[in-house]
């Protein structure tokens, strides 16, 4: 379905926000009927408190053991990272997990261990996997997603999602108001509008084309209210150069 994206710069979310109401109001304005709000997993996490210094952390002999074997540039690849994988998942899975892993190899199959362990641990973020203040944090994967989704339908009279995306157009939808908010998001969100460095747009509208592509990004005025930055295929009428209040 022919859809285009609005991402919504906001200020820096921390442990201090509340998810639901920030989607409310960021949105406000902007989301109409039909729309859907999508919401970067990784923020989500982080007003759960979900983002931990990796010195508050003290890996276990199997953590720094297990650490080994994902590539380095897996989210699960330092001793801290592992031993808060294995805090969440239990120590059970997580070697139930490594046993599948290898056989998996051996067939020449990727991804067993996330789904013997819990596809939950795929969404760690490790150090340096967003945006500051929190480059020095591991993100752990948002915790009950799908509720935080139906909050903010509730909050909003918009369909949510919750999503993970990154820049080689792996969009992984974590919780979703509707199965067709789903499939949209996944189309949508390819080109990953999220900004997950200084774009600071963690939350992005996305709207079913009627015609103009309208908004094409936000951005927010000092009372906190989204305002368009640029807009694209405007009528005749419309004056350019002019930010449009929302």
Same mark, same amino acid.
């Given at each position: 379905?022919? &859809?285009y994206t609005v991402p919504i710069r906001t200020h820096v979310i921390t442990e201090q926000d509340d998810i639901v109401e920030l989607a409310r109001r !960021? @949105? $406000?304005g902007v989301v109409e009927p039909g729309d859907i709000?999508?919401? #970067?997993?990784?923020?989500?996490?982080?007003t759960q408190k979900r983002a931990i210094l990796? $010195? $508050?952390?003290?890996?276990?002999?199997? #953590?720094r053991f297990l650490c080994r074997f994902p590539g380095k540039h897996g989210s699960l690849a330092t001793p801290p990272a592992m031993e808060l994988a294995i805090r969440e998942a239990g120590t059970i899975r997580i070697l139930l997990g490594c046993a599948a892993a290898v056989l998996g190899r051996l067939i020449g199959r990727r991804g067993f261990f996330y789904l013997v362990a819990g596809r939950e641990?795929? +969404?760690? *973020?490790?150090? #340096?996997? @967003?945006?500051?203040? !929190?480059e020095r944090h591991i993100i752990l994967g948002p915790y009950k997603p799908e509720k935080i989704a139906s909050a903010i339908k509730k909050a909003t009279g918009a369909d949510a999602v919750i999503a993970d995306v /990154? *820049?080689?157009?792996?969009? *992984?939808?974590?919780?979703?108001t509707s199965s067709a908010s789903a499939r949209i998001a996944r189309e949508a969100l390819i080109n /990953?509008? +999220?900004? /997950?460095?200084?774009q600071q747009t963690p939350i992005v509208v996305i709207k079913i084309k009627t015609g103009h592509s309208g908004y094409s990004s936000l951005t927010v005025d000092r009372r906190g209210r989204p305002c &368009?930055?640029?807009?694209? /295929?405007?009528?005749?009428?419309? $004056?350019?150069?002019?930010?449009t209040r929302l």
């Amino acid at each position: 379905m022919p &859809c285009y994206t609005v991402p919504i710069r906001t200020h820096v979310i921390t442990e201090q926000d509340d998810i639901v109401e920030l989607a409310r109001r !960021y @949105t $406000e304005g902007v989301v109409e009927p039909g729309d859907i709000i999508a919401i #970067a997993e990784s923020v989500v996490a982080i007003t759960q408190k979900r983002a931990i210094l990796p $010195e $508050e952390v003290h890996p276990g002999l199997l #953590a720094r053991f297990l650490c080994r074997f994902p590539g380095k540039h897996g989210s699960l690849a330092t001793p801290p990272a592992m031993e808060l994988a294995i805090r969440e998942a239990g120590t059970i899975r997580i070697l139930l997990g490594c046993a599948a892993a290898v056989l998996g190899r051996l067939i020449g199959r990727r991804g067993f261990f996330y789904l013997v362990a819990g596809r939950e641990l795929a +969404f760690i *973020d490790d150090i #340096a996997g @967003t945006m500051w203040p !929190y480059e020095r944090h591991i993100i752990l994967g948002p915790y009950k997603p799908e509720k935080i989704a139906s909050a903010i339908k509730k909050a909003t009279g918009a369909d949510a999602v919750i999503a993970d995306v /990154n *820049d080689i157009k792996c969009v *992984d939808i974590l919780a979703a108001t509707s199965s067709a908010s789903a499939r949209i998001a996944r189309e949508a969100l390819i080109n /990953n509008p +999220f900004g /997950n460095d200084d774009q600071q747009t963690p939350i992005v509208v996305i709207k079913i084309k009627t015609g103009h592509s309208g908004y094409s990004s936000l951005t927010v005025d000092r009372r906190g209210r989204p305002c &368009c930055r640029l807009q694209l /295929n405007l009528p005749w009428w419309q $004056e350019p150069g002019k930010d449009t209040r929302l």
